[in-house]
C-alpha cells in the first residue's frame, strides 16, 4: 500500500468526487460515519462528550459527527474556534445542518470562553487535520495547550491538531491523543517514531476512496501488505532438494557472544535455507553444533584459505566483535565474494571504523543497521524524515539496500523506493531479536528470492513471526529465540 502525502490524498478526494461520483459534502458525511460507528461502539460510560472543531474540513468532519452522534441519542457539546473568517464550504453546510439539533454551539473567541474539562469527559479533537500549514499559534495554541492538561480522554479525528501530515513537527503544540482515528490508510506522520506521544492507538477507518486511483508512480513511499506479501512468496517445487535452496554461510559469534550465531543460524534454517554452514571460532564449535545441529561448522581461523564461491550468499557480523580478526573476516568476505550479502551489527561497525569498506560491497547486498549503527555509518541524523531520507540516498548510490530497523522498520532500495514493513511488536525490542533477521535475510537469499524480495518478505515474517508468538508468550516475555520457533507459523500464514 503507498504511503499518500496530504496532497496526493486531497487529490483522491477529488477523484472519487468526479468518478463514482459523489459529493464532496457526501463524502464528508461518509468519513463522519465511520467515526460516529467507531464511538458507537467504544461507549465508555463518559460524562460529557465536547467535539472541539476548526473552520476547515476536519472541523466538518467533527460537526458531522456531532449531529450523526444525536440520531443515536448520543448528545455532545460543539465548541468552534473562531478565526472571524468563514469555514469551508463543507464545513458551514455541516454548521447549518446542526442547528436543527439539540446540541450546544460554542463559540470560542478568546481563552476566558474555554470549558472547564472534567477527567470523565471524552473530547473529539476535530480542530485541524491534514491541511495544517504551520505550527499553531495564539488561541489554537492555548486550546490544544488547554485540552492537553485536563485529563479527559481525547480521540482525535484523522490526525492529532498540529501535527504535520507529511513532515516532523517538532517545535509544534499538538493534541496529545489516547487514540486517533484517520481516514482510508496511514499518513506518513504515524511512522515516524518523534509522534508517538501523540497519536496513541492509530485506527484506519475505510471511507471508500475510489479504488481506481493510480497510486502507482504517485509516491516512492509503500506500506507492506498482505497481497504484497504473499505475491513474493513461492511454494516449495516437489521435486527440489537441498540444493536447490542454496548453501548460506553465515559468519557469527566470538567467545561470549556465541549466543549471536546460534539465533541467527536458526533464524536461516527455519527460513528455509537448503544448507546452512556457521563460520565461528573453532573452540566454539561445541557450542554451534549441539545448539544447532542441522547446521555445519566451519572455523573463522580458515578464512585465509575458504573457497567462498561455494556458498551462494553469506550474512556475516552478529557478534563478531569489532577486532582486527573479525575485520579481517569481514575484508575477506568483501573482497572475494561478489554476490549480494547480508551485513549486521558488528559487520556495520567494522564498516563504520574502515568506511572505505563501504566500496567493496558487493551490488545488491543488505545492510541491516539499527539506528544507533546507522548514525555510526551514514552520520548524525536530525530526525526521522531525514534519517529516510538519507538512506534513500545512500542506497542508490552505493547500489545496496539498506533496512533500518524499528517499530515500522523500513527498505531503502537502489531503485529509490522505501518500504515500511508493517508487521512486529514492542516485544521484539530485546536481544538478539536483530540477528534473528539477519539469519532470516540470508535464508531468503540463499534459496533465491532476490535482495529485493528478501528484504520486505524477511522483514514482513519476521514481524508477524514475533506477533503470533506474543499471543501466546507476552511481549514481555518474548525473547529473540521465540521469533525463529514461530517463524513456520508465519509462513503458513503467508502461504494459506
Ligand atoms: N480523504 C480524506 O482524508 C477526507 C478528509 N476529510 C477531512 O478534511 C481534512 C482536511 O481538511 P482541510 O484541508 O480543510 O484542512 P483542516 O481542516 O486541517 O484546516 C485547514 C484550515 O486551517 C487553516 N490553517 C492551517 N494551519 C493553521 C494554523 N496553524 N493556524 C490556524 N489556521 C490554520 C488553513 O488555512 C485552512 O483554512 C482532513 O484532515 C479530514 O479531517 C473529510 O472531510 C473527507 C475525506
Ligand atoms: N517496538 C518495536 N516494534 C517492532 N519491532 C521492533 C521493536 N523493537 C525492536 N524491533 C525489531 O527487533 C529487531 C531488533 O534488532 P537489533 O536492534 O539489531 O537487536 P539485536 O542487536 O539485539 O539483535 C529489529 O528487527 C526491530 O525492527
Ligand atoms: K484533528
Known amino acids: 500500500m503507498k504511503i499518500l502525502s496530504a496532497e496526493q490524498i ?9 468518478n463514482e461520483p459523489i459529493s464532496s459534502i ?53 465548541y468552534i474556534l473562531e478565526f472571524g473568517s468563514l469555514g469551508t464550504n463543507d464545513f458551514q453546510t455541516n454548521l447549518s445542518r446542526l442547528h436543527s439539533f439539540p446540541v450546544t454551539i460554542h463559540f470560542i473567541q478568546h481563552q476566558d470562553f474555554f470549558p472547564v474539562i472534567d477527567k470523565a469527559d471524552l473530547i473529539i479533537d476535530a480542530l485541524f487535520g491534514s491541511g495544517l500549514n504551520r505550527p499553531l499559534d495564539g488561541l489554537s495554541l492555548q486550546l490544544v495547550q488547554h485540552l492537553n492538561k485536563s485529563a479527559a480522554t481525547i480521540i482525535a479525528i484523522d490526525l492529532p491538531s498540529g501535527m504535520f501530515a507529511d513532515k516532523p513537527s517538532p517545535t509544534n503544540a499538538v493534541i496529545k491523543a489516547h487514540e486517533t482515528l484517520t481516514f ?6 504515524f511512522l515516524f517514531p518523534e509522534n508517538e506521544p501523540f497519536f496513541g492507538e492509530v485506527h484506519v477507518l475505510n471511507i471508500g476512496l475510489h479504488p481506481d486511483f493510480s497510486i502507482a508512480g504517485n509516491s516512492m513511499f509503500e506500506l507492506t501488505d498482505w497481497k504484497m506479501i504473499k505475491e513474493i512468496y513461492k511454494p516449495r517445487k516437489q521435486f527440489s532438494h537441498k540444493g536447490t535452496y542454496g548453501h548460506a554461510l553465515i559468519v557469527a559469534g566470538e567467545k561470549g557472544k556465541m549466543g549471536a550465531a546460534v539465533l541467527c543460524t536458526r533464524g536461516c534454517l527455519r527460513s528455509g535455507a537448503g544448507l546452512v554452514s556457521a563460520m565461528v571460532p573453532e573452540e566454539q564449535f561445541a557450542i554451534i553444533q549441539t545448539a544447532v545441529p542441522e547446521a555445519m561448522a566451519i572455523a ?4 585465509e584459505t575458504v573457497d567462498l564461491s561455494k556458498y551462494t550468499t553469506v550474512g556475516i557480523g552478529p557478534g563478531t566483535g569489532t577486532s582486527e580478526e573479525s575485520a579481517r573476516l569481514l575484508q ?18 567494522i ?19 539499527h539506528p544507533k549503527e546507522f548514525e555510526r555509518i551514514f552520520g548524525k541524523t536530525e530526525n526521522h524524515l531525514e534519517r529516510i531520507q538519507t538512506a534513500r540516498l545512500q542506497a542508490q548510490k552505493l547500489f545496496v539496500y539498506i533496512i533500518v530497523k524499528g517499530h515500522y522498520s523500513f527498505v531503502a532500495c537502489p531503485d529509490g523506493e522505501v518500504y515500511f514493513n508493517s508487521t ?23 534459496q533465491g528470492y532476490s535482495a529485493k524480495e528478501s528484504c520486505l518478505l524477511g522483514m514482513f515474517l519476521h514481524g508477524l513471526s514475533a506477533d503470533i508468538a506474543v ?26
Open 10 to 18: 486531497r487529490k483522491w478526494d477529488e477523484f472519487t468526487i468526479l
Open 26 to 78: 457526501d463524502l464528508m458525511e461518509r468519513a463522519a460515519r465511520q467515526c460516529t460507528q467507531w464511538f458507537e461502539q467504544k461507549k465508555g460510560g463518559f460524562r460529557k462528550i465536547r467535539i472541539f472543531c476548526g473552520k476547515g474540513n476536519n472541523g466538518g468532519d467533527g460537526l458531522a459527527i456531532a449531529r450523526q452522534l444525536v440520531e443515536k441519542d448520543i448528545l455532545s457539546d460543539v
Open 184 to 189: 482510508q490508510q496511514l499518513k506518513f506522520c
Open 300 to 303: 573463522q581461523e580458515t578464512i
Open 332 to 349: 575477506r568476505v568483501l573482497v572475494n565474494y561478489n554476490r549480494p550479502i547480508v551485513i549486521d551489527a558488528d559487520g556495520l561497525n
Open 351 to 369: 564498516i563504520a571504523a574502515n568506511d572505505e569498506l563501504l566500496s567493496e560491497l558487493p551490488p545488491g547486498s543488505i545492510l541491516s543497521p
Open 424 to 446: 512486529g511488536n514492542s516485544g521484539m525490542a530485546t536481544g538478539g531479536s536483530g540477528d534473528v533477521l539477519t539469519g532470516i535475510l540470508t535464508g531468503l537469499l540463499a
Open 471 to 496: 499471543k501466546t508468550t507476552s511481549q514481555e516475555a518474548l525473547v529473540a529465540g521465540d521469533i525463529t520457533e514461530y517463524l513456520g507459523k508465519a509462513f503458513l500464514s503467508i502461504a494459506n
